[in-house]
């Protein structure tokens, strides 16, 4: 072995452990490759970039706006459901036809596309002939991926190997030469899944009609049970205060459902909406956690404590730190950045407008060039220089604190009673600064002073904590203990069988720009004036501490408003709408064209007028140019992560060949199976690659053994185009687990799948599309000597 190819697969290596542990994001991790490789010199630096120019590259990006044409111009979606209406309401018969459906689109469709295209009508069809989702969503994953499989278009594996072979020096690939094989494989697979796998499938509740469907949503996230009403009695201090300023959901994670007030509901009441006495507020959420909230009020403000706060004055320091670029800190929220456990100071202020922002932090995003104040010990404020983060430090000193920022102000003492219920609990738990926003300077005990506590730090009776916040806020604090709560909530005064007020199901769609966003930081409320009522994840539902959920590819969200609201969701690009509400069908005044062009597309390719790169291409042009999309949603169609991975691996395998690292891999394989034969090698390699697909992305995949099968049937001396065909059909075969392929992950929460359902399925599916590559081959791709 050479040092250039030890340094290869060192290179492998490293992006392998990446790719599984997800530490990086695949596709920067996929230029940290590149980039590497071209400073190493294992690459010329064109050839670093050849990817991007790659005639494959070009294809898949100009697909997924053909692919887009379709879909927005209402074709996809007349085809889908006049091919269910025919289907029947027997669940065999349904399976076969959503699943034949499926596959004839994904053969000329980008198969995600396909997936989130057909999710909704599937889930309504479901629902219409009251066969659970869950029997149909899981067979519409897996036919979009053996639809894949038919034609040199259907997924990005198959136009890599291509590639491959016309880099290696072979002709590729043409547009139908996968067609054989493929529609047999999938003509297999869905006889499979229909007359086997589907009995493998859970069983969930049937939803059917709009009021059983409505109330299953109810059931389904536990809602009733977690309703109550709160009453505002005619002399609380909450009187005259606005919703926000009460904090009744901010503080409690609470969702105020409505406002009852003189007989009348006004529903989702507005931030600025103001208390009167004897308003009825319905909420949903948890009552304990409003209860444990009413321990908050034992605390006791000492109004002149001017030794402790002089004694802390002396040892906590200010600091105003930019942001430099390039930070990990950039994009970040505030409550996620981690300024305590990396830096041992806190956030206490973010300039905004000219002026400080000193509360209400948690959920400010971060940005290269922000001015950030922040406070901590002396000696850990003077050590923030030190730290590449911030482009700038300047220390705040003498009384610059309370001039500029009011510090004293906001400083106050609290007296913890020896007989408080917060005896004995932690900062953290006592959730004095989720509620109020406050900060927990210093905590006086026996005499002696602990400055910038943290959060494990324990609470004891007479404890004196030095806070900096708002002291109102403890009267707010005693309004809210004062409410009388009614668990028993009359049914006419129920919001949920109000039509004001409409529950309704969706999942992120995968290109979604709301992915790994808290739900804290969406807000739902102010953005969309909805509410988010819950999330159905791994087939377990989460309803509490919401704020602090990041949204996932696969969720299915509950979301809660007023009809009117709810609707505008469908035009929104974000949200796939599983729940009908009248939503308007899609305009199919351009299906015609949209169809003829990727006609054209088809037939220039197998006339063999235009490569398929450019054809592609031109027919996306003409999608934008006939009004079919605009170049803005051509532009948000491209999978850009997809792109980049692609083109960012595509070195690599070069790197492999020119280096002879490729011939190395071959060898080992040809080490232990080499002497039993080319089909047996085959078969190695096709297992290899079935398994991988569970780690590592597909492209990148077949980037890697494109190079490593050249090398081993050029060893044997055999033409490439068998092995590199059962590569193709075992890496796009990406049945076993959910994150295989974002299709599998796209219904796993509208089906309530746990991951051990995608085992018992796919498990199977997997070893039936072998048996059947394997029996196939020998006929359809006979082995042909060099």
Not at 396 to 412: C, I, K, T, W
Not at 604 to 622: D, L
Not at 741 to 759: E, K, S
Request: with cysteine; glycine share 8%; hydrophobic share 50%.
């Amino acid at each position: 072995m050479t040092f250039e190819i030890a340094l290869v697969l060192g290179i492998l290596g490293v992006a392998l452990v990446l790719f599984i542990s997800e530490v990086i994001r695949m596709d920067v991790v996929a230029l940290l490759v590149l980039g590497t490789l071209a400073i190493s010199g294992l690459v010329e630096p064109e050839q670093a970039f050849l990817g991007f120019s790659n005639s494959a590259v070009i294809t898949v990006w100009a697909m997924f706006i053909l692919s887009e044409g379709l879909t927005r111009t209402g074709i996809a979606d007349v085809i889908g459901r006049q091919v269910m209406r025919i289907a029947g309401r027997r669940e065999f018969t349904m399976i076969i036809v959503i699943m034949i459906t499926a596959a004839v689109l994904s053969a000329f469709m980008n198969n995600i596309g396909v997936a989130a295209l057909m999710l909704p009508v599937v889930v309504e069809v479901a629902r219409r002939t009251r066969i659970a989702a869950s029997r149909l969503l899981m067979p519409l994953a897996y036919s979009t991926l053996l639809g894949g499989l038919m034609t040199l278009i259907g997924t990005p594996p198959n136009l890599l190997i291509s590639e491959s072979l016309a880099i290696g020096g072979y002709a590729p690939f043409e547009l139908f030469d996968f067609t054989p094989l493929g529609a047999a494989i999938m003509i297999v697979g869905v006889l499979f899944v229909a007359l086997i796998g589907r009995f493998l499938l859970p069983k969930k509740p049937v939803e059917h009609d709009k009021a059983v469907s409505q109330r299953n949503l109810r059931t389904r996230y536990k809602l009733h049970e977690r309703t109550f009403l709160m009453r505002i009695p005619q002399d609380s201090i909450l009187v005259g205060k606005t919703l926000a300023e009460s904090r009744i959901g901010a503080s409690t994670g609470l969702i105020i459902l409505s406002l009852i007030r003189d007989g009348r509901s006004e529903t989702l009441p507005g931030r600025r909406t103001v208390i009167r006495g004897g308003d009825g507020i319905l909420v949903q959420g948890r009552v304990d956690q409003f209860r444990e909230l009413r321990r908050l009020s034992d605390l006791v403000i000492e109004r002149e404590a001017p030794v402790l706060k002089s004694m802390v004055s002396s040892k906590v320091g200010y600091a105003e730190v930019t942001i430099a670029d390039g930070s990990p800190l950039d994009a970040e929220l505030i409550r996620d950045a981690g300024f305590r456990a990396r830096f041992d100071v806190v956030v206490v202020g973010v300039m905004r407008r000219g002026g400080y922002r000193m509360s209400n932090l948690a959920y400010v995003p971060l940005k290269s060039g922000d001015r950030v104040l922040v406070q901590g010990e002396r000696e850990a404020v003077e050590q923030l220089d030190r730290f590449s983060d911030f482009s700038k430090v300047e220390i705040v000193s003498g009384d610059q604190p309370s001039e500029n920022y009011h510090a004293d102000e906001r400083l106050f003492v609290l007296r913890l009673p020896k007989e408080s219920e917060l005896v004995g609990a932690s900062l953290a738990k006592s959730r004095l600064g989720d509620v109020f926003d406050f900060r927990v300077l210093a905590v006086f005990r026996d005499g002696k002073l602990k400055v910038m506590p943290r959060g494990d730090d324990e609470l004891l009776g007479g404890d004196l904590l030095l806070v900096e916040g708002q002291p109102a806020d403890l009267d707010v604090l005693r309004g809210l203990q004062d409410l009388e709560i009614d668990t028993s909530v009359p049914a006419k005064q129920g919001a949920f069988d109000s039509e004001r007020l409409t529950l309704m199901d969706a999942t992120l769609d995968p290109r979604s720009s709301l992915a790994g966003r808290t739900v804290g930081e969406l807000n739902f409320r102010e953005r969309y004036g909805i509410e988010l009522a819950g999330i159905w994840r791994e087939g377990e539902t989460v309803r509490s501490d919401l704020a602090d959920q990041r949204l996932q590819v696969g969720d299915a969200l509950l979301l809660l408003g007023p009809r009117d609201r709810l609707q505008l969701l469908d035009s929104d690009s974000d949200f796939l709408i599983l729940t009908p509400l009248g939503q308007k069908p899609p305009d199919t005044r351009r299906a015609p064209i949209a169809a003829a062009i990727m006609l054209g597309v088809v037939v220039s390719v197998m006339m063999g007028y235009a490569p398929i790169a450019i054809a592609a291409v031109v027919g996306g042009t003409f999608m934008v140019l006939t009004g079919c999309l605009t170049m803005e949603q051509a532009y948000r169609a491209i999978d850009w992560r997809a792109i980049f991975l692609i083109a960012g691996m595509l070195p690599l395998g070069f790197a492999m060949q020119d280096t002879g690292a490729a011939v190395y891999l071959a060898e080992q394989v040809m080490l232990l199976l080499g002497d039993a034969g080319p089909w047996a090698v085959i078969m190695g390699l096709y297992i290899l690659t079935a398994m991988a697909t569970m780690i590592i992305p597909t492209a990148a995949l077949v980037v890697l053994m494109s190079p490593i099968v050249l090398s081993a049937m050029a060893d044997m001396g055999v033409r490439p185009e068998t092995a590199m065909m059962a590569v193709a059909m075992a890496a796009s075969a990406s049945f076993t687990s959910p994150i295989s392929h974002p299709a599998n992950i796209l219904v796993m929460g509208p089906g309530g799948y746990r991951f051990l359902d995608y085992l018992k399925v796919g498990v199977p599916l997997t070893i039936v599309v072998f048996i059947t590559v394997m029996l196939l081959l020998p006929v359809l791709w006979p082995l042909t000597p060099v």
